[in-house]
């Protein structure tokens, strides 16, 4: 009776103490898992993803929304949330970022997942018009937009 009440108690004690290597692996997550999900809701479009040590020790948060670059525009829109950002985007997101549109009418917003780095409200430029600027530090995810994204 003793011994099965034993085992749960040491198993609840052992995943209690892996708790945040858990969120470790849940963030890590794999393209092979991504391209799962992908097929899971049945999208054909290409899909990028990648996972690398971050640039900078600020501050960084991990977002998911969607990006749209053009003359005199870099854009972000997070999730759930109506405000726009000012991104700045180095060259593999602006390369991505027109791949992933060059069949689509100019302007068109992609799906992202990345990692920002908040650098507030620009005073000047373009970017003035924006409720501030991030930075993008990680591309951790870039594809076109499925009608599930920000669910």
């Excluded at 898992?33 to 990648?50: A, H, R, V």
């Excluded at 060259?91 to 780095?117: A, D, G, H, M």
């Excluded at 600027?133 to 951790?140: D, F, G, P, S, W």
Aim: proline share 3%.
């Amino acid at each position: 009776m003793y011994k099965p009440l034993l085992v749960l108690f040491v198993v609840n004690l052992f995943l209690i103490s892996c708790k945040e290597k858990q969120k470790t692996i849940v963030e890590n997550v794999t393209s092979e898992k991504i391209l799962e999900k992908n097929s899971e809701i049945n999208t054909d479009f290409p899909i990028y993803s990648e996972k690398r040590e971050s640039k900078s020790d600020s501050t960084q948060n991990i977002l998911r929304g969607r990006i749209t670059l053009g003359h005199e525009v870099s854009s972000f829109s997070p999730c759930g949330d109506d405000k726009e950002f000012w991104i700045m985007a180095e060259e593999e997101l602006t390369q991505l970022y027109f791949n992933l549109t060059k069949n689509q009418e100019p302007y068109s917003p992609i799906f992202v997942r990345i990692e920002i780095i908040d650098k507030g409200k620009s005073e000047d430029g373009f970017a003035a018009d924006y409720d501030s600027t991030y930075e993008v530090v990680n591309i951790l995810e870039a594809r076109n937009i499925s009608d599930i994204d920000c669910e």
